[in-house]
């Protein structure tokens, strides 16, 4: 028995697998510590006894291609991440020289705010100068940018500032090598499947684009795993898609039905009663990566007209926003 907080059981789990070891990863919800004094004893003791009446369920763990999946995504999140913080560094620099550039330009990572801010970097300081940067598709003039760039040109926040970009400029390169590893992942599930081809452009680009995409097409492999295309559920976009196939695996039948993967994604009321009475009617607080995919996409779903987002508008006049996004999460997660 080994009570982990970590993910120092990881290493043990493995190992103790390939000498065909039948390795439990139960929930602690499952295993409640035994009344009284607490200690690693009788703790190891009360897990022995409940395993041996059968009442330790194994938790999910995906299978060795999707375990390498999910931990590629989990990975390119954890570099977004990174690289967010890198441009809230950028955004503080120039705040701090009052260049107002984050004004007039709706994304300092983009073309416009990039080709800006290197131009300053490399010494120009000239606002009629860096104004022409500006992209055509920029929605402020050559003047009204211009009027943002003159700024209080001080060594140590533009010290700060060339450190972020260069920051930002590297955790974008590790974000195409993570996009690429992923694509050779994929590539084990559906070994037929070229993914190497850039991403088409969508119908509407400017309604259509979001923030760290993949920098592949998915859309095929996304078809050819499942045998269903996930992305026409409303809401579900590709990368969603990806990152609940990547949490949840392809195997369905772990789940006797839908009503249960939507429990497990902690999608369901509290059930607790005693005497009668109902306790806990809310639902149990969740940090599984695919619930929260879910509840984003049960975010965007709201103000489209379709099925799904009528359901959360009429649940959210009744019972809340809140609420709302959860119903209509776990409607999502029974789709899927």
Request: hydrophobic share 40%; glycine share 6%.
């Given at each position: 028995?080994?009570?982990?907080t970590?993910?120092?059981?990881?290493?043990?789990?493995?190992?103790?697998?390939?000498?065909?070891f039948?390795?439990?990863?139960?929930?602690?919800h499952?295993?409640r510590?035994?009344?009284?004094?607490?200690?690693?004893?009788?703790?190891?003791q009360?897990?022995?006894?409940?395993?041996?009446y059968?009442?330790l369920r194994?938790?999910?763990?995906?299978?060795?291609?999707?375990?390498?999946?999910?931990?590629?995504?989990?990975?390119?999140?954890?570099?977004?991440?990174?690289?967010?913080?890198?441009?809230?560094?950028?955004?503080?620099?120039?705040?701090?020289?009052?260049?107002?550039?984050?004004?007039?330009?709706?994304d300092?990572?983009?073309k416009?705010?990039?080709?800006?801010?290197?131009?300053?970097?490399?010494?120009e300081?000239?606002?009629?100068?860096?104004?022409?940067?500006?992209?055509?598709?920029?929605?402020?003039?050559?003047a009204?940018?211009a009027?943002a760039?003159?700024?209080?040109?001080?060594?140590?926040?533009?010290?700060?500032w060339?450190?972020?970009?260069?920051?930002?400029?590297?955790?974008?390169?590790?974000?195409?090598?993570c996009?690429?590893?992923i694509?050779?992942?994929?590539q084990?599930?559906?070994?037929?499947?070229?993914?190497?081809?850039?991403?088409?452009?969508?119908?509407?680009?400017?309604?259509?684009?979001?923030?760290n995409?993949?920098s592949?097409?998915?859309?095929?492999?996304l078809?050819?795993?499942?045998?269903?295309?996930?992305?026409?559920?409303?809401?579900?976009e590709?990368?969603?898609?990806?990152?609940?196939?990547?949490e949840?695996?392809?195997?369905?039948?772990?789940?006797?039905?839908?009503?249960?993967?939507?429990?497990?994604?902690?999608?369901?009321?509290?059930?607790?009663?005693?005497?009668?009475?109902?306790?806990?009617?809310?639902?149990?607080?969740?940090?599984?990566?695919?619930?929260?995919a879910?509840?984003?996409?049960?975010?965007?779903v709201a103000?489209?007209?379709r099925?799904?987002?009528?359901?959360d508008?009429?649940?959210?006049?009744?019972?809340?926003?809140?609420?709302?996004?959860?119903?209509?999460?776990?409607?999502?997660?029974r789709?899927?």
């Amino acid at each position: 028995m080994l009570e982990s907080t970590g993910v120092y059981w990881i290493g043990l789990f493995e190992v103790l697998e390939e000498r065909g070891f039948d390795v439990r990863l139960v929930d602690a919800h499952d295993a409640r510590q035994v009344p009284g004094r607490k200690t690693d004893v009788k703790d190891g003791q009360w897990l022995q006894e409940l395993h041996t009446y059968g009442f330790l369920r194994s938790a999910f763990r995906p299978e060795d291609e999707g375990w390498v999946l999910r931990s590629s995504l989990r990975q390119r999140r954890m570099l977004v991440a990174m690289a967010s913080r890198a441009v809230q560094h950028m955004q503080k620099a120039l705040e701090q020289m009052n260049l107002k550039l984050t004004e007039v330009v709706r994304d300092i990572t983009g073309k416009t705010g990039m080709t800006i801010i290197r131009a300053i970097l490399e010494g120009e300081r000239d606002s009629q100068v860096l104004a022409p940067h500006r992209d055509k598709r920029c929605t402020h003039a050559h003047a009204t940018i211009a009027k943002a760039l003159p700024g209080h040109w001080r060594a140590e926040p533009r010290f700060a500032w060339q450190q972020a970009v260069d920051q930002y400029d590297v955790l974008a390169q590790q974000l195409r090598a993570c996009d690429g590893h992923i694509a050779e992942c994929l590539q084990t599930f559906v070994p037929d499947v070229e993914v190497d081809a850039p991403p088409s452009p969508p119908v509407r680009a400017w309604r259509a684009s979001r923030s760290n995409p993949l920098s592949f097409d998915v859309q095929t492999s996304l078809e050819a795993m499942p045998g269903v295309d996930l992305t026409q559920i409303a809401g579900i976009e590709s990368l969603t898609a990806l990152k609940v196939i990547s949490e949840m695996g392809l195997d369905m039948t772990r789940w006797p039905t839908s009503k249960h993967v939507a429990s497990w994604l902690g999608g369901c009321p509290g059930n607790k009663v005693s005497g009668g009475k109902r306790f806990r009617i809310r639902s149990k607080p969740s940090a599984h990566r695919a619930a929260t995919a879910l509840r984003l996409a049960a975010q965007g779903v709201a103000n489209r007209h379709r099925a799904l987002g009528a359901y959360d508008r009429r649940i959210r006049i009744r019972l809340g926003a809140p609420k709302a996004m959860t119903a209509t999460a776990h409607k999502l997660a029974r789709l899927v």
